[in-house]
């Protein structure tokens, strides 16, 4: 089951050999209140996990959590899904975005231990597979070295990273449901986790904050989420309670802070704001603004990488306007 979660489309317009302009047209609208707002809190604690194909066990802890009802295997599940969709960007988005086919049976293989939960044959599989997935003939090598070529004569900004508290944002839905289609120009998820790291410093010193360091940060952020399984150190659900009924719940998914924010009168919820990742990093004032300067010479290629690389959870299509 899907409520139709929309697309987003960025619009490059191309002036003078270079990009003039960006734009973000968004088609996601903060739908999800209307859908849970007045039913039971038992219905909804069923049905938001249903209603999401894309981090649905992260909607469906968060949306638990809101409710009052946190579960106590919250941790690991979330982490197992960060996992999956880490397997997910190296093995199906990066080939596509090469217009390679995807590297399917090492998605199943990886799919399949995932699913039977953790152990230190994950561990072990998943270790090798990040662990190599730059190596030498690997599809990460090829994405790479592409990405190095479209790096080439573009002075990439430093992004402008952020991590959203949840206070931040239980204020923000509080006061406008426009914070929900649009909270802030940040950048969340994979860079933003990683960009103080010495090593990320070290890369960006060497070779700036392009499409090789992103891919780069992608590698690394999901080798940091593999640590926190071995080491068995998962994220905590942060939850506020304002009483008279009304909870938020953010979460740490793969591609950034999620948060909801339920108002309940009795057993029934009268009021439901959400806001998730995608929201931040592609507002319209953010990390898209880093292409307006970039040369037109392979343009739209660029923008697919790099659309690739900010990973929105829903379809984004690259349209390019030439003056």
Known sequence: MSFGEGELTLRLRVEGGRVARAQVHSTRPPKLGRLLEGKPVAEVATLVPALFSVCRVGQGVCALAALGQPQPSAGPALVLEALEHHAWQLDVEWPRALGLPPQAEALRQTLGLLRAGPGPVLVEHLRAKFDTALDRG????????????????????????????????????????????????????????VKDLPEMRDLAQRQGWGLETRARARVLDAQHALEQLAAQDFPAVQVIDRGAGVRAAMVQVARGPLVHRVVREGDRTVGWRSVAPTEWTFHPDGAVQALVGTMALAVQERARLYVSLLDPCVLCAVEVVNA
Do not use: I, K, N, Y
């Open 138 to 193: 690997s599809v990460g090598a090829q994405f790479l070295r592409r990405a190095a070529e479209l790096d080439r004569g573009v002075e990439w900004p430093e992004p402008r990273v952020g991590h959203p508290t949840l206070s931040e944002c239980e204020a923000g839905l509080s006061d406008s449901a426009d914070f929900a289609a649009r909270p802030g120009p940040l950048e969340v998820g994979p860079l933003a986790r």
